[in-house]
């Protein structure tokens, strides 16, 4: 083994302590590797499973050096890590998939801009920073559109939809005056997601493209293989691996996409183990969190190829109590104390043999 | 969902703390329950993936009565467990697979009665309670036989092959005058195994026969499919549920065979998950731990069937720092501390598609 290979038993520590880092957590844990959790919240449910946790906030320096120290190597659940915190540790302890992709997925912006610059296609943008801007930028866009905080949105969160100009100042109110991106709506056929790795040694895997299917903001389903030509397939995966050589990666990322008449454009990607990947526990031998381990611990990438076809169904809410009369499919739960509405609590994975 | 039925964040106390309860464990936090493992020896590799640890002997009765209060269901993970230990606890909280299983399935004697009383063929054998019935017994069996303790016996250990009458004093020496039984030797041409399983409706799944090659006594390999007719598979699995219904079995069980000139002969059946199952949980949806997850807390049994060929191999020892050059295969590590000579320290799994 290399010198940056960590052996089984070495201790992977994980900010963020939800349903991700609890998979992650038992992913590791068949790898005999030992898990340390940074949670600010009480009683997260990867506690449940791992070896340890740090209650603490993200911007508790002395706690997260404190959590440094105790570890191999640090990894995230979500890409909302303040990146100060980040830089806090990164002299402790190698972070993975790493800081540039963390500061790059954190701000719509940035990540349009990257997107861009390796001529990846996304929708039309504007940044805006004012009232003025998003008038301005609703103007040059000349129909309907979206606007999203260039921060802290997820499942839906922060984003207004518009229909021209005179929307401005509802749209402008409606995200506190937050730093945002005006994107152009991006008429599309299906949406698509990628599940890829990029290990230490620079070697990539990608899983089959699957067809994700949204509701209120939520994912709903994904299902694979996806309905779209080998040609697009290809150039979904290829496109992850440009990403991720360019961010020059460590372990997985989730880069979702539409597909429209002209090709893919990508809506946005998330620098970890993603939702729409979850379907890979039961068709692919190694599945996404194991696949991010191997990775961060610099051990060989695992055989991503696809067994089956499935169709992964999240658990929202109180669906959960539902899960144990399904037969003939996989079911995960995520060991989370109150089944709000909305919250995944746990998710579905029915399997037929590959077509 | 009946009232017998465990939902999810229930507590499922395991007796043993070696890597099947470690695997049970995991599967267990897969379907969002909490394990208490019970276990007399320091830093059990479960404890590591469990939500609690007693450390405790197993005829402390008063630990295991607080250990039975805390958990929902108990079961075990090796099957010599102390009966007194079950009976001081059977009242508190169900026990299963249940006490009769393990009754019989600890002592080779009532083992090879109860198989015989259900007319499932076994090696011809003598109950040997002496140096006298030693003798007696192998002027009848007049051919080459092994001496195996009634209880306490497992991998190879407790056993001594004997060539004829000739061999009384120095067999019966060597397994320090234990009660034991002397089996007629079986010329086999290989050795399967079935992994089945029973609900607690009575409902019956059964894993493909896989084949074993055992060196030194230890479990080696299994392969799946076994290189076996169809009439042997289907006669192996019909077996294995007659045993299950015959013990009003609930969970996991593992039924090891001879197949010989003249069909198949039981070896001997083990009521707990199996070594020789571990290949489920890289080629089937619903692994072994967690179908005996299911079972134990009344959920439906789940879905069985073989999407891929596989191979299983041990790693024993020092084998286990190779695991992670293995590119193609899935690896579990269970998170021992000393890589003993012989010890099973984690195991392969090579898949390839079904044929």
Redesign the interface.
Known sequence: ?QDD?L???ATIGILGGGQLG?MLA?AA??????THVFEPSDAPCAG??C?RVTRAKYDDVQALQRFARSVDVITYEFENVDLNAVDGVADLVPVRPGRRALEISQDRLLEKNFLNGLSIPTAAYWNVESAADLGDALEHLAGPGIVKTRRFGYDGKGQVRVAGAGDTDTAWTALAAAPSVLEGFVTFEREISVIAARGLDGSVVAYDPGENVHEDGILRTTTVPARIKPSESQDAVLTAGRILNALDYVGVIGVEFFVTGNGLVVNEFAPRVHNSGHWTQ?AC??DQFEMHVRAI?G?????GSR??DAVMTNLLGDE??A?????????????KAEALPGRKM?HLIR?T?RQ
């Open positions: 083994m290979v052996p089984s038993g609890r038992l844990a068949r790898l005999g590797m030992r449940q499973v070896d039961a031998l190694i611990c051990w060989p990438l695992g055989d067994h089956s959960i109590f899960a144990p009369a399904e037969t003939g499919t996989a079911v995960h739960v995520y060991g746990g399997t043999p």
